[in-house]
């Protein structure tokens, strides 16, 4: 059976083209039966950022109620990066083994060099953490402790995933076959979603639409969306239209095909905003009342990734068990 894992970064709040593009699948995924499913909240990455402790906290609790409320399937395994103490001392133990110039080829430490480079600063390493640095062995320990073979992700972790193999790789090769090489899975980047002015929807761009956003700042958001000047009654291309990329996103295959014909029909772009809001109002609802009462109920939040992290120690335990002997550090005689 594939043990599928995957890694959520605690940033921010997320927006509808995050929850199409990568929460929505997942959870999909999740549901499917045939795996074994691990969703990691990935609390100490976010530590690289140096983000002021109270956001990191806040960012836990809204990343977790969105997770739970969009229905995460409770056989899946869902904890907290933290809870999970195995991670880390796998990461020394990584650490240990990764040669350093594997790391000096990673994307993210080398942007943040050739931003140095760019500046002429003299220190090519300036400003830059040892935990960016090490980022992705992190990464690997996270992947590796539980076993994981495929890993769903986005092309800019593609990478982190080949490392975390390599050095997986590289532990066996020394300490006999006791890991996991994974893999990683990039899902068809086909749901990403345009936000308000147009561009891909991002939280850099500042044009997102925010899932849970309530009722009033919805409709007032999807208001703004971007049209061009035709006139009620004219003739419309859904293939170049904002809002029916957005709609399409949501709605199934026939729902979509009608809405193509009341293009063609020449729908005003007032009343097709007013469609889209109803659409997505309706469709987020539930979830935005389950996300609300779970914001109020950090407690309960708490208890549900205190009950993930249990789950996920009855696997990491044994395991990291397994490495530490054959690493050597074992009770003595
Ligand atoms: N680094 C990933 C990202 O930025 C998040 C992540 C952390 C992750 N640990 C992981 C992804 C383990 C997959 C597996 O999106």
Redesign the pocket.
């Known amino acids: 059976m594939d043990r599928v894992?995957?890694?959520i970064?605690t940033t921010g709040t997320p927006h509808i083209g995050n929850y199409a593009g990568a929460i929505r699948p997942a959870v999909a995924a999740s549901q499917a039966g045939d795996v074994e499913s691990f969703f990691?909240i990935?609390d100490y990455?976010s530590l690289v950022k140096g983000e002021a402790p109270e956001q990191v906290a806040q960012s836990t609790l809204e990343i977790a109620a969105s997770w739970l409320a969009t229905g995460l399937d409770p056989k899946s395994i869902f904890y907290r990066q933290s809870d999970v103490p195995e991670i880390m001392e796998l990461t020394w133990i990584l650490t240990c083994m990764t040669a350093k110039g594997l790391m000096n080829r990673a994307h993210a430490y080398k942007a943040a060099v050739a931003e140095n480079q760019a500046r002429a600063n003299k220190d090519p390493d300036n400003g830059i953490a040892m935990g960016l640095f090490c980022y992705p062995i992190l990464?690997a320990a996270?992947?590796l402790i539980f076993k994981a073979n495929k890993?769903p992700?986005g092309k800019d972790?593609v990478q982190?995933v080949e490392m975390a193999r390599d050095i997986a790789g590289r532990f066996n090769f020394r300490y006999g076959e006791i890991l996991v090489l994974p893999e990683a899975v990039v899902g068809k980047s086909t749901a990403v979603l345009p936000g308000l002015d147009g561009r891909k929807m991002s939280k850099s761009y500042g044009n997102t639409i925010p899932l849970f956003a309530e009722e009033k700042q919805l409709r007032k958001l999807i208001m703004r969306i971007k049209t061009n000047s035709q006139e009620p009654g004219e003739p419309k291309n859904p293939d170049s239209s904002s809002l029916f990329a957005i709609y399409s996103a949501f709605a199934d295959h026939e729902e979509t095909e009608v809405l193509r014909t009341r293009y063609a029909d020449g729908i005003s772009w007032g009343e097709m905003k007013t469609v889209l809001f109803e659409y997505l109002n309706d469709h987020l609802k539930t979830a935005r009342e389950e996300y609300r009462r779970l914001l109020a109920a950090p407690d309960h939040v708490e208890d549900v990734l205190q009950q993930g992290a249990q789950r996920a120690r009855a696997i990491s335990g044994p395991v990291l068990a397994k490495i530490r002997d054959a690493v050597g550090i074992k009770p003595l005689g």
């Open positions: 894992l995957t890694g970064t990691l990935a990455h990464m996270d992947i890993i992700v972790q982190h």
